[in-house]
């Protein structure tokens, strides 16, 4: 590790936490071992849940990152997807890794066929995971069908179309919307709202530390947000004067 310089790691095994008392040595190895290392790992919900209060061990072994894919705020999707848990152990997972000071992004995706009504209580459920703690990433995707997942072939029964050649293929941007089931004018209220509102409403500690000190700001800050409360229930965001206030003080429009 000192040889080159490793300072820190990134597990991508979703298994990661499939089995607790694994991650548990492995986090106790590193704390014995004196090994000042920072570390991240994807991870299902299920995992984290199980972890319970040892996830205090985790962070103690340097643990600073996760990537959880709470997929749904619908539990008739999750069901539909066969993710093996509930819209609670969402709620779960975020409470405990908030508890232990554990940065998380947590990803969504909305339209898949089939699934009705999926996208309002996936932004709800968005919401309360970052009202829990305004340090974590929401991530909201849509669904894009690719071939030999289980549900290409009902996507094909729903009315999509694929590329029919591999220059069609290499050119899918999955970032936008893809299938005919989705209205083309929730992509805009979607991005908006995991790319601005949830950090608007909740956000992360070094905004609010960094506003603090001043006042004025501070101040104009607690008004906006008010105001910006009422238009969000109806999800509406044609007037972003936030998004413009926060770009003359910070020089971005979104948090990240």
Same mark, same amino acid.
């Given at each position: 590790?000192?040889?080159?310089?490793?300072?820190?790691?990134?597990?991508?095994?979703?298994?990661?936490?499939?089995?607790?008392?694994?991650?548990?040595?492995?986090?106790?190895?590193?704390?014995?071992?004196?090994?000042?290392?920072?570390?991240?790992?994807?991870?299902?919900?299920?995992?984290?849940?199980?972890?319970?209060?040892?996830?205090?061990?985790?962070?103690?072994?340097?643990?600073?990152?996760?990537?959880?894919?709470?997929?749904?705020?619908?539990?008739?999707?999750?069901?539909?997807?066969?993710?093996?848990?509930?819209?609670?152990?969402?709620?779960?997972?975020?409470?405990?890794?908030?508890?232990?000071?554990?940065?998380?992004?947590?990803?969504?995706?909305?339209?898949?066929?089939?699934?009705?009504?999926?996208?309002? #209580?996936? @932004?709800?459920?968005?919401? =309360?995971?970052?009202?829990?703690?305004?340090?974590?990433?929401?991530?909201? !995707? +849509? %669904?894009?069908?690719?071939?030999?997942?289980?549900?290409?072939?009902?996507?094909?029964?729903?009315?999509?179309?694929p590329p029919t050649n591999l220059q069609g293929w290499s050119s899918l941007d999955y970032y936008v919307i893809q299938t005919p089931w989705i209205d083309k004018k929730e992509e805009k209220k979607v991005r908006r709202f995991g790319d601005f509102y949830c950090d608007f409403l909740y956000p992360p500690t070094w905004f609010?530390?960094?506003?603090?000190?001043? #006042?004025? @700001?501070?101040?104009?800050? =607690?008004?906006?947000?008010?105001?910006?409360?009422?238009?969000?229930?109806? !999800? +509406? %965001?044609?007037?972003?004067?936030?998004?413009?206030?926060?770009?003359?003080?910070?020089?971005?429009?979104?948090?990240?």
């Amino acid at each position: 590790m000192t040889d080159y310089g490793l300072d820190g790691i990134k597990f991508y095994d979703a298994n990661f936490f499939v089995n607790p008392s694994r991650a548990i040595k492995f986090a106790q190895g590193l704390i014995d071992n004196n090994l000042k290392i920072r570390w991240g790992a994807s991870a299902h919900l299920k995992g984290v849940v199980r972890l319970g209060d040892n996830l205090a061990k985790m962070k103690e072994s340097g643990l600073n990152r996760l990537l959880i894919g709470a997929e749904s705020g619908s539990q008739v999707a999750l069901d539909y997807m066969n993710k093996g848990c509930t819209v609670e152990d969402n709620i779960r997972a975020a409470e405990l890794c908030a508890k232990y000071d554990i940065p998380v992004s947590f990803t969504f995706i909305v339209g898949m066929p089939g699934v009705k009504d999926d996208l309002s #209580p996936t @932004l709800e459920l968005a919401l =309360k995971m970052k009202k829990i703690s305004g340090n974590f990433d929401v991530n909201i !995707h +849509f %669904y894009a069908p690719f071939p030999g997942t289980p549900l290409f072939d009902e996507s094909i029964k729903y009315g999509y179309q694929p590329p029919t050649n591999l220059q069609g293929w290499s050119s899918l941007d999955y970032y936008v919307i893809q299938t005919p089931w989705i209205d083309k004018k929730e992509e805009k209220k979607v991005r908006r709202f995991g790319d601005f509102y949830c950090d608007f409403l909740y956000p992360p500690t070094w905004f609010l530390e960094d506003i603090r000190s001043r #006042p004025i @700001l501070s101040q104009t800050y =607690k008004v906006l947000r008010h105001i910006v409360e009422l238009p969000y229930k109806v !999800h +509406f %965001y044609g007037l972003p004067v936030e998004m413009n206030w926060l770009k003359s003080i910070t020089g971005k429009k979104t948090f990240q």
